[in-house]
Every structure is written in structure tokens, then in C-alpha cells.
């Protein structure tokens, strides 16, 4: 064979292994990429790049785009999801702001044909200017009125740089950023945020250079008002705060829900009288999850949107900054092929899926409730739902069909946010000591197609007609004293922790947690129903050492008031028809719990909620979803003072509000909690 050949055939092999560039012979092409704006531009502008190309296959045709800063390597922003076609694919609309640093940037884009498996990728560079250009800061507004770009002069590399900012009135505390690295000749950026409306704040930096701190000259900043067109949550002060409430935690992170009804509310951060200090509002309106904030100034989150072709809720996974801007995106679509390259059998697509679908077919539906970032080397972790067709009377069912059972995996996804490792319940559902498939959901909870409020249903053609809701998990915690995942299963009542070992780990269940699980409850305080059941946001506090707080529903307790309720056979008694907030200490190795507080909140919360260890020893709950009358629904957030030698405690702080997912409380927001 010629030598030509061969030289040919190696740069077509490495190109596809790659998956940057598209062999001699793809049919994949890129035709375009261009910005809404010519460079340069300045940091903190916002440009939009449209993308077009062709592919002669069938197709879809997907997108995914990168971009490296000046001097970097390209790192994923937007991952693969698919394009629309007329007599070209066009890809989404990429938006693109940059407020890292000045300097050329490069941004690609790869299109792809999964059925096919070519690619084409086009690079081109992008010149940002910087904001300050002599010696005094700059400080700009952004997207959101509430948050401003701080651009500070030069500071030398070694050195470390933060930003102090106050109202000018000085009526309250200060607020200071992070630290971040001096870049030498290059400006430091940051986003400023936590701050009213309409006011003035004064803000300047403080360099420090090997403990010597030297302040920066002093510029203010207005804020904006709040939209006119956007709703905010109105908040009603029950009990105020007083000389019992942490006030060092004096911002409350609100994300309010909507169950496709309700109206959709602005995520917000308020002071604890109820003042906004910051907002997020998804576009177009939609009910997502703001699922935790981050130290790095930036915020995970589970939107709706299209993802490969598909227009439904939680499809997306996106990382946001306070502006609102993406940082970084993947989507359901993607996800579901990279599950299927790693051989994950219950994970691919659903619209691979035949219908009717036969006993054993399964597929990924979407995100779902919580993704942490606090695993080794910034790694994400996430639920998402699954469904897998088991045979006819499988849980009980009496349809006489195939049964559509809805379940959880985990998935780990690493700094450029591709999987790398997951947790399937169905591979783990032969019995104790692991799951079992034939132990349903203790209050037998189903979900039918379209249902509000339930899991998706996408296999439900020639099936039982009610999905077996089995696990409904709904949150995730890192232990970072053994590597492994603790997961709330809300519908099991259980905490289960999962051999995930930093990566290297089986996925095995290693306890279960709850009523007739692997703990026995030392119930010191002689509650008739000790344990929590359908529980919210369990985590180990005090970064990992404990204790386990976890906002206690108290679904199967309450159903309990008024029948058997659960299906299991292990509850005893009967307890209060309220939600709890509980705090618990953990023995792993004796198997034991022991209550701290299991505080009656007053009001059950049927769905939803949080748990929280402030600073000051008291403990923040969130009964997030209570009915008031017979169609209004709200929240609490709720403080509670420890009384000592007791398992329950003072209000002392209840902001009422409309229904809501999650809330969290933290000194500003840049020091979130790690629970």
C-alpha cells in the first residue's frame, strides 16, 4: 500500500479516536460560526454564536461547544444536544459571556451524528478587552441589576486579591469575596452579588501579599430594580428575628417550586426579614431546582429545556454564576450515550426504546432533585431518573400487564462533566442486604402518564397504566471520610450509603437506614414513632462528622393517623400528624442512631424541604410544601433553638411563603454550606 495511503488512514484513525475532527471521507461539515458581536469586546459582554452545518446521513446532528481562556486548554461549556434542521442544521444559540480575564480566547465548536459517529470541528479566536485600564477599578453592571463586575488593575502573580463591598450608608456589615490568584500583567474580575436593590454600595480590593494587606482605591455602585415582569416571593415575618436567632447565617437562599399551576417565582436570596439581596429567573418561566449553591461563586441547577430534540422538564443540567450566565451545561440526550458507551444497560435512550416495550427494556427519563460538586478533584454527582419494564404482577400489581417500575441512578460526572462512573438500583435490587425489587414504595406510590407532579412516564404504551414510583430519591451527600455517597430513597423512608469509594467503588448498598433497615434507633426520648419517613435533604454536618440532619416529612407517620398506612409492617405507634426537623448522632460502627432533635415544626409538609446545622448550634428547616386552607400551599423557613436535655426547641424565626424545593441559610453567598 502507498505510503500516502497509510498517512491518510492514520490522521483519518486519530482524528476520529480524538472525536475533534472528521475523517477524509465524513460528510459532516461545518459551514459557520459566527458572533452576534465582531472582537474585540470588553470582559462582561454578553455574545451570542450562531452555528451551522450540513451532514448527508440521516442525522440528528448535535452540537457541543468549548472554550479556552487565554493561555488555557479548551474545557466543555455547552456538551453535544441537537440542532434544527431547514436546508441546514443550526445549532442552539450558544451564549457566551466572559468575565474570567482579558486576552484571545478560543471557542469551538464540534458538530456530531451519533448514528453515523463523524464529527467536524471548527475553532476560531475571540479578543476580549479589559475593563480597568490603568490604576483605579472599574465596576459595571451585569445582566442581573442585583449583580455587579468588579475589574480590578494588575496585581502581581504570587499575591492573592478579594473584594470588600458595603452599603454607603454603613448601616450593615461588610461583605468580602473569596481570595483569588493575582495573573501578574492581567486584570482580576469579580462578580459582585448580595446587595438590595436601588442602593449604593462603596467597594474597593484588598490585596494580600505575603500577609500585608494593601486596600485599593474606592468606586460605588448603584444597583438596579427589581423587574417589573418578573414574580417575587413575598415574604410574611410569623416570628421575627430576635436575640436568639444566628444572625451570622443572615442570608436565606429560596428556591420556591411550582407543581405546573402555582405561579413561578424568581429564585431569590433575602436578609431575614425577607429583603432581596439577589435573584435568578429561568427563561422561558419554568419550575426548576436549584439544587446547591457552590464556594466558587456559582450555583448548580436542573432546568428544562430541549434536549435532542426532546422539550420536557429537567432535561438540563447547568451550572450558573450569579449574572445568570451558563457556565456549564450537559443534557439527558448526552448523558444517555455516554451511559451507553460505559455499558450501562438501564440508561439509554428512551426513544431507542420499541412500543410496546418488552420485559427488561429501560431508558434514562431525566435530572432529578439534587447534584453536589464536593466530591475529590470537583467532581459532580446527580440523580436522574430510569424505567425499566418488569414482568406482570411484579410489586403487587394487579393489572395483569407488564409493570413500568421508576427507580434512580447516580451518576458522576468529572471536570468536563462526562460520566464516569454510575450507580444503578436495578443492578442492586436482589434483596437484603442490598434492595429488593419486590419491597414497593412503603405508601404505594404510582404515577401516571402526564401526571403533575410525578415521575415521567415514556414507557407507558401497552403497560400497566400506573408506573411504580419504587425509590423517588431526592438527595446526595459525600462522605468524605470513607469516599462514599449518602442517598435519601424518600418512598423506601431509608438512608442508604453506596460504595462509591472516590471512584473505585461497587455501587453496593453498605446500610440502610430507617425503619427495617440495617440501624437500630436508641430512642431516648420515647418517641411513639421515632423514625423520620419520606425525608428531605439528609447530610452529615460539621463536614462529615456529624450529626445527620434530615427535614422528616413524616408521610407514612401521618398516613399511620388513620389506617396502616405503610406497607412494610415496621412501624410501632402512631406520633404527631406535623413534619419534624431531626438531628441525629451516628454510630456506623454499631449500626445505631441516636436522636438530638426531633422538633414537631408545627405544620406537615407533605412533599419537599431542608435540614441544616447553623453556626450558633441552632438548626434551620424548611417545611417547604403545606397546605393552608383547601388550595393555597407555603412554606416555612423555620430556626429552632435547642432546648437542652430535650429532643425539641424555640422558634426563633419563621418567614412565611409561598410553596417551595429547598432553602438555605449562610453568612453571604459566597460561603455557602457543604452539606
Known amino acids: 500500500m502507498p505510503k500516502s495511503i497509510l498517512c491518510s488512514l492514520s490522521a483519518t484513525f486519530l482524528c476520529g479516536l480524538a472525536g475533534l475532527c472528521a475523517p477524509a471521507y465524513a460528510t459532516v461539515q461545518i459551514l459557520s460560526e459566527t458572533p452576534s458581536l465582531a472582537a474585540p469586546q470588553a470582559i462582561g459582554t454578553t455574545i451570542t454564536w450562531t452555528v451551522t452545518a450540513s451532514d448527508t446521513n440521516p442525522g440528528p446532528l448535535t452540537f457541543q461547544f468549548n472554550v479556552a481562556p487565554p493561555g488555557g ?105 473569596p481570595y483569588a490568584p493575582c495573573r501578574g500583567s492581567r486584570t482580576l474580575n469579580f462578580e459582585i452579588a448580595g446587595m438590595y436593590p436601588s442602593t449604593t454600595y462603596n467597594m474597593f480590593s484588598q490585596t494580600n501579599t505575603g500577609g500585608k494587606i494593601t486596600n485599593g482605591p474606592t468606586v460605588s455602585f448603584t444597583t438596579g430594580s427589581l423587574p417589573s415582569n418578573i414574580p417575587f416571593v413575598p415574604f410574611t415575618k410569623l ?28 429564585n431569590v436570596a433575602v436578609d431575614l426579614s425577607g429583603n432581596i439581596l439577589w435573584y435568578y429567573y429561568a427563561s422561558p418561566p419554568q419550575s426548576f431546582f436549584l439544587t446547591r449553591p457552590l464556594p466558587n461563586g456559582t450555583l448548580l441547577t436542573i432546568q ?75 467532581y459532580t454527582a446527580v440523580i436522574v431518573d430510569i424505567e425499566k419494564i418488569f414482568p406482570p404482577g411484579t410489586q403487587g400489581d394487579t393489572s395483569g400487564l407488564p409493570v413500568d417500575i421508576i427507580s434512580n441512578m447516580i451518576l458522576v460526572l468529572d471536570t468536563n462533566w462526562q460520566v464516569v462512573w454510575y450507580f444503578d438500583a436495578f443492578q442492586h435490587d436482589g434483596g437484603a442486604p442490598q434492595l429488593d425489587i419486590n419491597r414497593p414504595a412503603v405508601l404505594n406510590e404510582t404515577c401516571a402518564i402526564g401526571q403533575q407532579d410525578c415521575a415521567v412516564i415514556l414507557l407507558g404504551t401497552g403497560i400497566s397504566p400506573l408506573g411504580k414510583d419504587w425509590l423517588h430519591g431526592n438527595s446526595l451527600y459525600y462522605q468524605s471520610s470513607s469516599g ?96 419534624r426537623g431531626m438531628s441525629l448522632t451516628l454510630n456506623e460502627s454499631a449500626l445505631q442512631v441516636t436522636p438530638v432533635l426531633s422538633a414537631d415544626l408545627g405544620v406537615y409538609s407533605y412533599a419537599d424541604g431542608s435540614a441544616q446545622l447553623l453556626s450558633n448550634g441552632n438548626y434551620f428547616f424548611l417545611p417547604a410544601v403545606v397546605m393552608v386552607g383547601l388550595s393555597n400551599q407555603e412554606s416555612y423557613s423555620i430556626e429552632i433553638l435547642p432546648t437542652a436535655g430535650t429532643d425539641t426547641g424555640t422558634q426563633v424565626l419563621n418567614l412565611q411563603a409561598p410553596l417551595a424545593y429547598r432553602a438555605f441559610r449562610m453568612p453571604d453567598l459566597y460561603h455557602p454550606p457543604i452539606t
Not at 439527558?332 to 426504546?353: F, R, S, Y
Not at 405503610?566 to 406535623?578: F, Y
Request: with cysteine; aromatic share 10%; charged share 10%.
Open 73 to 177: 486548554h479548551l474545557v466543555l461549556v455547552k456538551d453535544f444536544n441537537a440542532g434544527t434542521f431547514t436546508s441546514v442544521y443550526t445549532a442552539q444559540p450558544f451564549v457566551w459571556t466572559p468575565t474570567l480575564v482579558e486576552g484571545a480566547y478560543q471557542i469551538q465548536v464540534v458538530a456530531k451524528d451519533f448514528t453515523s459517529g463523524e464529527t467536524a470541528s471548527k475553532t476560531v479566536k475571540f479578543l476580549v478587552n479589559p475593563l480597568a485600564t490603568g490604576s483605579t477599578p472599574v465596576v459595571v453592571p451585569t445582566a442581573n441589576p442585583l449583580v455587579a463586575l468588579f475589574s480590578a488593575p494588575a496585581c502581581a502573580a504570587g499575591s492573592t486579591m478579594r473584594v470588600h463591598f458595603q452599603l454607603q450608608s454603613m448601616t450593615k456589615p461588610p461583605t468580602t469575596t
Open 304 to 378: 428544562s429545556g430541549q434536549s435532542w430534540g426532546t422539550v420536557m422538564n429537567s432535561q438540563l443540567l447547568r451550572q450558573i454564576d450569579f449574572a445568570g450566565s451558563t457556565v456549564r451545561e450537559t443534557n439527558i440526550g448526552v448523558v444517555a450515550q455516554e451511559l451507553v458507551a460505559l455499558g450501562a444497560t438501564d440508561g439509554g435512550p428512551c426513544a431507542a426504546v420499541s412500543k410496546p416495550a418488552a420485559v427488561g427494556a429501560a431508558c434514562l427519563d431525566s435530572f432529578n432533585h439534587d447534584a453536589i460538586q464536593t466530591l475529590p478533584n470537583g
Open 484 to 579: 462514599d455517597l449518602i442517598f435519601s430513597m424518600r418512598h423506601q423512608d431509608w438512608v442508604v450509603k453506596i460504595d462509591y469509594a472516590n471512584g473505585a467503588g461497587t455501587g453496593d448498598i453498605l446500610w440502610r437506614m430507617g425503619p427495617c433497615g440495617d440501624y437500630t434507633f436508641n430512642n431516648t426520648f420515647n418517641d411513639p414513632w421515632p423514625w423520620f419517613s419520606h425525608q428531605h435533604e439528609v447530610g452529615l454536618e460539621n463536614n462529615g462528622a456529624g450529626p445527620v440532619t434530615a427535614f422528616d416529612n413524616g408521610n407514612t407517620r401521618v398516613s399511620a393517623l388513620s389506617g396502616p398506612g405503610s406497607s412494610t409492617g415496621c412501624m410501632l405507634g402512631v406520633g404527631s400528624g406535623n413534619s
Open 239 to 266: 416570628v421575627p428575628k430576635g436575640p436568639g436567632t444566628d444572625t451570622a447565617e443572615s442570608v436565606l437562599l429560596f428556591n420556591p417550586t411550582s407543581f405546573g399551576f402555582e405561579t413561578n417565582y424568581a
